[in-house]
């Protein structure tokens, strides 16, 4: 399925061309904790950090992403959309890093695209 309504009732379906994913991006960038619990200030200067995001659409093209698959990408080469007021990211397959979903095998080694 390549076509997705994010909302019948308020708007248009849509269908993604070529090779685009449109993302649901998980949490907001704020403050996040540790796996000891601690408390990390969104103003907290780290390294550059990657996101995950759950696929809702995809284009005809699009290979190695399937719907509802969870998407590693970088946040700062993203572009933003608002449909039906949710705020979405669409990306490029070439700008996912990673996917994670219950058909990935543990020692595959994936597309190189």
């Known amino acids: 399925m390549t076509s997705a309504s994010i909302d019948p009732e308020s708007g248009l379906p849509i269908r993604l061309l070529h090779d685009r994913i449109l993302v649901k991006p998980d949490v907001s960038e704020g403050e996040r904790r540790s796996a000891a619990g601690i408390v990390i200030p969104a103003t907290?200067?780290?390294?550059?950090?990657?996101?995950?995001?759950?696929?809702?659409?995809i284009g005809p093209l699009v290979r190695a992403v399937q719907l509802?698959?969870?998407?590693?990408?970088?946040?700062?080469?993203?572009?933003?959309?608002?449909?039906?007021?949710?705020?979405?990211?669409?990306?490029?397959?070439?700008?996912?890093?990673?996917?994670?979903?219950?058909?990935?095998?543990?020692?595959?080694?994936?597309?190189?695209?």
Do not use: C, I, K, N
């Open 44 to 57: 907290a200067s780290m390294g550059h950090r990657l996101a995950w995001a759950e696929a809702v659409a």
């Open 68 to 113: 509802g698959d969870r998407v590693l990408f970088d946040p700062d080469e993203r572009s933003e959309v608002e449909l039906h007021g949710r705020e979405y990211v669409l990306l490029r397959e070439r700008d996912v890093h990673a996917v994670a979903a219950p058909r990935v095998e543990p020692d595959a080694t994936g597309l190189y695209l």
